[in-house]
């Protein structure tokens, strides 16, 4: 097998197996936390203590990834989730949980996970060898796929078994993906040595973020979307569909929702549009009609074609999202401006959930998810009336190859010389 179908392979096994624990711990976690009884707001603040120190430590991971190299920074991220993830099994497992002890290690997988994040990105074009946008693609899928298994899996494990198991087989998850990243065969590249300071790299990363205004727009709006839309569907959403239609029926929902994905992820796969955001923007529309659906408790069979539909509008739209970056932004400076794209679209996620609870209990879970709906609309019709967005061409176009190369000349193409490969 040749080292660049080995390598994807073994990185899309990786990523699949440790993403397949990922989509089985929310339903995991919702039902022990509410079998505990910490209610909605418990399942908020638990969701909430894993992102904040994700988004907090974002930038500092993709400064580690930049310098010593993405593949022991995986490892290492891992490693140290493997062991949260175990120790949480056991607080389930040992009886009555402890809900700070809950909070604590969600706290530590979620530092791990900055770690892990912008280095799985930018390992990508290494990998993938000048096929960025099939290999997202592939990545795509493989995710939509498990993400279809993860939570139909989880909620028959359920009907059967304790939340601590789901949460085991997401810690035997990280370790399987540990594994498989020590395989990859990698060339042996010192890492860029560079007389920056960390915050000197932060910066440098900031001007590259900020020099693309396509990328600021679409991170705005995606923050505004997280707290007005991501966090009330995972909590209250979670929470109405698990204590009305029951854990087994909400794991088959989100197995349609990955049905979709599969689906959307094909698309993106033999799709090339002229204006990829343009058309990923309008099919990650068909994601809000869900939450009023949830809302209002409307039949399952309607629920699943929701599900369905917005699971593929979703996936296809994170095909063109990576691919766009991946094709407009220089290799050097990859891993720090992925840091600052996923830190700005998930900051106002914790918040989001951790104010979902209290503010469904004081307005009633039904007017929130209708408006989470009919918010988050808003704010994707908004991303289309920027031009930078709707007019961004596609990877394959000469406007693409000109939108490539940093707007003024990269500081990084310069301190770190080791890095300078061609953007993708």
């Known amino acids: ?47 909430a203590a894993h ?19 993405p593949k022991p920074v995986l490892v290492a991220a ?20 402890t809900l700070w002890r809950i909070i604590a290690l969600q706290a530590v997988t979620g530092a791990a996970g900055a770690m892990f994040e912008p280095g799985s990105k930018g390992m990508v ?52 993906s540990c594994v498989l990243i020590l395989l990859l065969r990698l060339p042996l590249r010192p890492p860029a040595h560079s007389r920056l300071t960390m915050g000197s790299n932060l910066k440098e990363g900031w001007q590259e973020f900020r020099a693309r205004p396509w990328l600021v727009s679409v991170v705005g ?15 209250l959403g979670t929470t109405v569909l698990i204590e009305d239609r029951g854990a087994t029926t909400f794991g088959m929902l989100q197995a349609v929702f990955g049905v979709g994905a599969v689906i959307g992820g094909f698309a993106g ?5 002229r204006r990829p955001l343009l058309i990923g923007t309008i099919t990650s529309m068909a994601w809000m009609p869900t939450l009023v659906l949830i809302a209002v408790g409307a039949p399952i069979p309607v ?14 739209w994170g095909v063109m999202w990576s691919a766009a970056i991946q094709a407009n932004v220089p290799a050097a400076v990859l891993n720090r401006v992925s840091a600052y794209e996923i830190t700005g679209t998930m900051l106002m996620v914790p918040a989001g959930r951790a104010a979902a609870g209290p503010v469904g209990g004081a307005l009633g879970d039904t007017q929130v998810l209708i408006a989470a709906g009919v918010l988050g609309t808003a ?5 289309l009336l920027i031009p930078s967005v709707r007019n961004l061409p596609g990877a394959g176009s000469d406007g693409a190859a000109r939108a490539r190369a940093p707007v003024t000349p990269s500081p990084a193409e310069s301190a770190s010389p080791g890095r300078n490969e061609a953007a993708p």
């Open 51 to 69: 992102l904040l120190p994700f988004v907090a430590l974002m930038l500092v991971g993709g400064v580690l990834a930049d310098h010593l190299r």
């Open 78 to 97: 891992d490693a140290t989730r493997v062991v949260s993830m175990g120790l949480l099994a056991a607080e389930f497992a040992g009886g009555q949980p």
């Open 1 to 47: 097998m040749k080292a660049g179908s080995y390598n994807l392979t073994l990185y899309v096994s990786a990523r699949a197996t440790s993403q397949l624990g990922d989509m089985m711990l929310p339903v995991g976690l919702a039902a022990g936390v509410l079998a505990a009884g910490y209610g909605a707001s418990g399942v908020g603040f638990v969701l």
């Open 303 to 316: 629920l699943g074609a929701s599900m369905l539909l917005a699971g593929a509008g979703r996936a296809y």
């Open 125 to 176: 074009p290494e990998i993938a060898r000048g096929r960025v946008r099939e290999a997202y693609a592939t990545l795509r899928i493989s995710e939509s796929m498990v993400t279809m298994a993860g939570p139909a899996l989880a909620g028959l494990l359920l009907a059967f078994l304790d939340p601590a198991v789901v949460i085991a087989v997401d810690a035997t998850s990280y370790l399987v």
């Open 379 to 383: 704010c994707l019709a908004a991303l």
């Open 269 to 273: 796969l033999r799709t090339s549009p």
């Open 221 to 235: 709006v995606t923050c505004c979307v997280g707290i007005v839309v991501s966090g009330p569907y995972l909590v």
